[in-house]
């Protein structure tokens, strides 16, 4: 069956745009994380949906960045006013119930803000 | 003090010898443990779960020690095709089911 899909694969922006980034979970799969990577370090976590509600979004950096999973299926991450430093690589993941079920990545979405 | 921390390495191993390396937590009321793999610009894929009495998975084995806090990863009769980071997840209890992730230990597996 059809893996997490993530759109775009990549995004180029100018500093202080703005940017959706798309993630298409499993399906049936009811939690659903968002984590960004940087070069030589390990996923940072944003933040994490069970079913349509944020679990948890601790991980968020600051009110730039906002994300929504409307209908409990794909959510987006938003990014307001990019600066350079939002330069990473975002990873999506789902797994089915969350907790101790193993996750399963897309193939995340490489974004670098100019 | 990170939450997870690791390693970074990178590890140099002989092909054919044993690899192991330890993922320290610091929250005492963790939960789940395991280890993921991660190829050089590719997604992290579950290597294994880590279970408390330890547990083995090919020539792949991992321990838990709750008592001094880490996890570890030890790798038998290294292939080529190990070369990877791996990191390590944590789910922490009290965070709910947030999975943090350590930062990665490198290993190099050459002929």
């Known amino acids: 069956g059809a893996g997490v899909s993530q759109t775009p694969s990549n995004k180029v922006t100018e500093k202080g745009k703005y940017v959706e980034l798309r993630c298409d979970p499993i399906s049936g799969h009811t939690a659903l994380y968002w984590y960004r990577q940087s070069l030589g370090q390990g996923p940072e976590f944003l933040i994490y949906f069970q079913g349509t509600g944020a679990a948890d979004d601790s991980g968020l950096p600051n009110d730039r960045f906002f994300a929504v999973r409307p209908e409990g299926s794909v959510s987006t991450l938003k990014i307001q006013r990019t600066e350079r430093g939002d330069s990473a690589v975002y990873l999506c993941?789902?797994?089915?119930?969350?907790?101790?079920?193993?996750?399963?990545f897309g193939n995340g979405t490489r974004l670098t803000v100019t | 003090r990170k939450e997870v921390e690791q390693d970074p390495g990178p590890f140099n191993v002989p092909e054919g010898a044993t690899v192991a390396f330890n993922c320290t937590y610091s929250?005492?009321?963790?939960?789940?443990f395991f280890w993921y793999r991660q190829d050089c610009r590719k997604e992290p894929k579950l290597l294994m779960s880590v279970y408390s009495s330890g547990n083995e998975d090919g020539r792949f084995t991992a321990q838990l020690n709750r008592a001094s806090q880490y996890i570890s990863l030890l790798i038998r009769d290294s292939k080529l095709s190990d070369s990877a980071t791996y990191l390590c997840v944590v789910n922490f209890k009290a965070a709910g089911n947030k999975l943090t992730f350590g930062g990665g230990t490198r290993v190099l597996v050459k002929p």
């Open positions: 993941a789902s797994s089915p119930t969350g907790g101790s079920s193993p996750l399963h």
């Open positions: 929250n005492s009321a963790s939960q789940s």
